[in-house]
């Protein structure tokens, strides 16, 4: 039986924004805790915005994945975003997840398109529609949010500039997600990437060993598939 992990693919918000969310996270937890609100908050040091989730993916796949967010990076130059806004997804009224906005998504937007459809390529489908954002905390059942969120909601928590994107590993236990870097994909030019000597065969993955989840799967960043906040 083929060996297996949980990736996703994403990029870390910068270490000034991730400060200035962990402010916002620490004083969301204390207006949570008066309320009686049982919240689950993310790691600062896992906060990222994902752009692709695969799921149960073969250890001997990830060579072919590595090289199809090579070749879906070719042609990017550095990205900038900022991050701004707090909210709740679904909805504000019956919140399971709150997050933070992002800013700026059409270049995001593009990569995360482009990693789409080279994912697809090997069997890959995301289903859910990508919509930038950062995951601060996560509840078991619904909440209301309104009173928690809002007086908060209109912040901005700085830019984030990036030259590439990351291939996570993601594992489950019981203190929370533990993320692990499985590679690191630079942004490159087409003339760089001409020039780059080939270290990969591609390899389709065979679909049937991939996971796909239905509406109701929780992403690993928390996002529900199929569902969107605008």
Known sequence: MSEH???????RVAVGVANALSGAAETLARR????????????PVNYHVTLAFLGNTRVDAIAAVIDALEAATTETARIA???????????????RVVWAG????????????????????LGVADRKPFHAHVTLGRLR????????????????????????????????????????????????????????PAKRQTLPLDQG???HADSSFETDDGWPRGHRTD
């Open 209 to 211: 060993t991939q996971t």
């Open 5 to 11: 992990k949980r990736l996703f693919v994403g990029a």
């Open 81 to 95: 975003f900022k991050t701004s806004r707090l909210g709740a997804f679904p909805s504000i009224d019956k919140g």
């Open 141 to 196: 059942e619904t909440r209301p949010l309104k009173e928690l969120v809002l007086p908060m909601a209109e912040q901005m928590f700085g830019e984030t500039r990036i030259d590439g994107i990351t291939l996570f590993e993601s594992e489950t236990k019981s203190s929370g997600s533990v993320y692990r870097e499985i590679a690191k994909i630079a942004f490159k030019t087409a003339e760089t990437s001409a020039a780059e």
């Open 102 to 121: 992002i800013e700026d998504q059409g270049a995001l937007g593009k990569v995360a398109a482009r990693v789409a459809q080279g994912l697809a390529a």
């Open 32 to 43: 949570a805790r008066d309320a009686g609100i049982e919240i689950r908050w993310v790691a």
